[in-house]
Every structure is written in C-alpha cells, then in structure tokens.
C-alpha cells in the first residue's frame, strides 16, 4: 500500500498539478480534500493544456478514481462546466469521479460577500480571489452552510437558503448590493445538482475497503502551507487547513496511514495577493523571474510576486507537515541567471529569527540572509537524468536539500510531464 500527499509548501502556484499527474501513473484513487476552485493546478499531457480547479488533476489516467472528498466546497457550475470540458476531450468520467455529498455549495451571496468585504476593507484587503471561498468556510463553521446532501430533499434546501438569504440580503443591502432572489438560485442550483447526481456517493466505505486492498492512495492538496488558516500568513491566508493533517478531517482518512509527504516547491518563490514576502525582488529580476516563469495565476491571471528561493519557509513546511520528500518545479526557469540566492535564514533587529516566532507583521519586518550561488547559465529544459544537470543547477540542489533538511525525490525541468528527474 501507498498513500502519499501532495503538499503545496509555499503560497501555492508551486506546480502541484504537473506533480500529481505524474504520480498518478501509479495510483488507485487520487483525492482532492480542501479547497475549491481558488486553486488552479495546470496539466499539460496528450489531452492538451489545462487548469484544473476542482476534479483531481489524476483524472487523465484510464486506471485512476477521483474523489472530491468532504472537505472541498464546489461551485456547482464550475464544477459542471470542468466535467464538460473533460468529456469534450474524450476523458469517460462515469464511474471514475465520486463526489462527497457533504461537500458544501459555494451559493452566489458568497460571492457577493466575499466582493464587499475586500472592498470595506480598502488598504487592507487581503487579495482574495473572490470565488467566495472565505464566506463558504465561515457558513460551514457557523451551521449555515448548504450541503449537496440538502439538494435531495427540496423542502429542506428551500428552508435553508430562505433562513440565509434572510440574513444575507440584508447584509447585502447594506453594504450597496441588490438582494438575490431566491427562485433564482433555486433553478441554477438544482439544474447543477441534477447534472452531478450520477457522481454523488459517500466515499468513506470506499476509502476502508480500498485501504484493506492496499491500493494506492494520492491525495492532493491544494493552495499552499503558508496560506493555512492557522499557520499561514494570516489573515493574508486561506479558509481551509492545507497541512498533511487535514487529511483526518478532509476525507475521514487519519492522517498517520500517510506513507509519503511531499512538499512542491518552486526553484524560486513566488506569491498571489497581499501579504508579507521576505525574498521578493522588486527590480529588473524579479520582472524578469515572472517573465520567463510565465508567473501569472491559473486561477485568477493576476501576476505573481516573484523572489528567491526561501529556506527558512521550506524547512518549517518540512517540520509541521512531515515532509519525506521535496519535489523541486520549474528550475529550468533559473538557466540564464548569472547569480542565484537563496535564504538561509532571517534577522530582526540583529537578532536570528524564525518563520514561527511572530505574525505577518512580523515577517514583513524581518531581513532575509542570503547564501549566493554561481549561475549555470545552461539549458536544462526537458532533461530526465540527473547526472545530465549542469554541476553548478546540482550545488543548488543540494543547498536546498541541505537547508531545509528534506531529500529531494523530483526534479521538473519543464511543463510537459515527461520532462522531470526522478532520483529514487
């Protein structure tokens, strides 16, 4: 048996989705348990060129399940439109998707809220991605929120959306906003939920008898461990836990089965929104890591904060998470740099820090040490040994795997999924 987890270890955007679909070649089910559809995993095969935001990015192979287990919220149409676009493509997903019916409906007030709330806020939004995903989490915590299981019986989704839109379209009014009506929802809503009907079934028998069948697992984890609710940047941050442990509360699944936790990151570092950012460059480098990275959202197309490579982040996503492994994207993008860097460490106020020792204030305040690297200055797009690396690409490398305490186990030299290094 294997069951291994697909971390994000820095603000997501790290390459997660080339990483699973290349894992999943030898997986039995692959799982998505958090989030919705503010991630966007990109996955470039036979099939073409996609941004995956909610089905897991394992669905291309033939032999593999995907599960959108409990803890993911859905856009209802999002979620139709992805199921389409697939079979467009000639992808069969009848009896390969399973989707949780506790599982809660990203409703459109909170879009809406989460549109006001970034508004009210002026200075100090925190560049949410307005798919609703805050107000959703918020409804599910508070007991208001709507479950897919609440489609199958109308009187009560009926009930439950007038109690909400009861309290909603007040708060709505208030803040400039027409009220939604309710009719309306109801029609888009269950039009959705008819189309996703043959897909709705519990997972939870299935994830125990295929545990005792020792298949293999794949779990996918979305956003990126400094956007966790709790351990994150906040409130520069996520609704959900995108740690290795909210795999328990996710699918059901105790997050001590796991066999392997690998932490993707980026050659270098990037960042979405607001927030603190310790290596970002603000100069001609920086511009010139998001133009050839081609650093712009797969969810929203804002731009990305591009900086180096930060160590001092990556060895506490080793430590809270469990990682037993590093998968290393993009480090094709670093070819033509003269110089590299990476952070060791931080100092405030001549003093050694570390990334746990305060909040985002504190991290935009702190001073990032650097360890400087020659550059290679040669070509390793689509290289697939690792002896065939430059000497110079394998002295990072190693700094990396050094500093963060973590082996390193892949190495992406490219978008396409043929072109990674496999160490072990």
């Known amino acids: 048996m294997a069951m291994t987890l697909v971390v994000g270890s820095q603000w997501g955007d790290e390459g997660k989705g080339k990483i699973i679909d290349y894992l999943s070649a030898n997986s039995d089910y692959v799982i998505r348990f958090h989030g919705g559809n503010n991630a966007g995993h990109t996955i470039i095969n036979d099939y073409g060129k996609f941004a995956m935001h909610l089905i897991p990015s394992g669905v291309f192979y033939k032999n593999t399940t995907a599960i959108i287990a409990n803890g993911t919220v859905l856009d209802l149409q999002v979620l139709v439109d992805e199921i389409k676009m697939l079979k ?3 992808v069969n997903l009848a009896n390969r998707l399973i989707i949780s019916p506790r599982c809660h409906i990203i409703m459109p007030y909170h879009k809406l809220l989460e549109k006001v709330y970034e508004k ?4 100090s939004r925190t560049g949410s991605t307005g798919r609703g995903i805050g107000p959703v989490y918020a409804d599910k915590v508070s007991y208001n929120g709507i479950r897919l299981a609440d489609l199958f019986d109308q009187k009560i989704f009926k009930e439950k959306l007038s109690i909400q839109l009861l309290v909603k379209n007040k708060i709505l009014q208030a803040l400039g906003e027409k009220p939604l009506r309710q009719k309306e929802i109801e029609k888009n809503i269950l039009a959705c939920f008819r189309k996703l009907l043959p897909f709705i079934k519990e997972p939870y028998s299935i994830f125990q008898k295929v545990i005792k069948q020792k298949k293999h697992l794949l779990f996918e984890g979305a956003q990126g461990v400094f956007l966790d609710n709790d351990w994150g940047t906040y409130p520069f941050v996520t609704a959900s836990t995108s740690l290795s442990g909210g795999i328990a509360a996710g699918t059901g699944i105790p997050a001590q089965k796991l066999t392997s936790v690998i932490g993707v990151v980026k050659a270098y570092t990037t960042r979405v929104g607001e927030g603190p950012f310790p290596t970002e460059l603000l100069d001609g480098i920086g511009e010139k890591l998001r133009t ?3 650093e712009f959202g797969a969810t929203t197309g804002r731009p990305r904060r591009c900086g180096w490579f930060d160590a001092e982040l990556i060895k506490f996503a080793g430590e809270i998470n469990g990682f037993t ?5 993009k480090l094709d993008i670093l070819d033509t740099f003269k110089e590299i860097k990476i952070c060791t460490h931080y100092t405030l106020n001549g003093k050694r820090v570390s990334y746990y020792d305060g909040d985002a204030n504190f991290l935009a305040k702190v001073k990032p040490v650097y360890k400087t690297f020659k ?17 110079q690409a394998k002295q990072y490398l190693k ?9 390193i186990k892949l190495i992406s030299t490219g978008q396409k999924r043929s072109e990674i290094i496999k160490l072990y």
Request: net charge positive.
């Open 88 to 90: 467009k493509v000639g």
């Open 120 to 123: 009210a806020k002026g200075k």
């Open 292 to 294: 050839v990275g081609g």
């Open 325 to 329: 492994e590093l998968a290393i994207t």
């Open 375 to 391: 550059g290679w200055e040669k070509s390793t797009k689509g290289i697939t040994k690792y002896s065939n690396l430059p000497m």
């Open 399 to 407: 700094a990396i795997s050094d500093l963060t305490g973590v082996k």
